[in-house]
Nanobody
Framework: QVLLVESGGGLVQAGGSLRLSCAAS????????MGWYRQAPGKERELVAA???????KYTDSVKGRFTISRDNAKNTVYLQMNSLKPEDTAVYYC???????????????WGQGTQVTVSS
């Protein structure tokens, strides 16, 4: 079994910063890509940022220049540094592990439980 556990969410004023962390644990052999998604009330879940095992990254346009995703492959941990936060960044942020290969040789996609980020104006 593989678990993804997020931490670092909270309440912050507009212009402030937060750092999210997501640690994957369990019977992991490898993880292709890790990413952050978010879902605001009444909206669909959207990709915020992702990073593959080689370090290549991608961001949704609305966070480019403000958010930075990074990864520690040895710890199976992904981070999201969020700066210059805006009220429209308010959402539940979910960690995703894409094409996680377990030690049993199976490949799955995993999600964390989500962490709330609230940005006040």
């Amino acid at each position: 079994q593989v678990l993804l556990v997020e931490s670092g969410g909270g309440l912050v004023q507009a212009g402030g910063s937060l750092r999210l962390s997501c640690a994957a644990s369990g019977s992991i052999f490898s993880i292709n890509a890790m990413g952050w998604y978010r879902q605001a009330p009444g909206k669909e879940r959207e990709l915020v940022a992702a990073i593959n095992s080689g370090g290549s990254t991608k961001y949704t346009d609305s966070v480019k220049g403000r958010f930075t995703i990074s990864r520690d492959n040895a710890k199976n941990t992904v981070y999201l540094q969020m700066n210059s936060l805006k009220p429209e960044d308010t959402a539940v942020y979910y960690c995703n592990g894409d094409r996680v290969v377990t030690t049993f040789g199976y490949e799955y996609n995993y999600w964390g439980q989500g962490t709330q980020v609230t940005v006040s104006s």
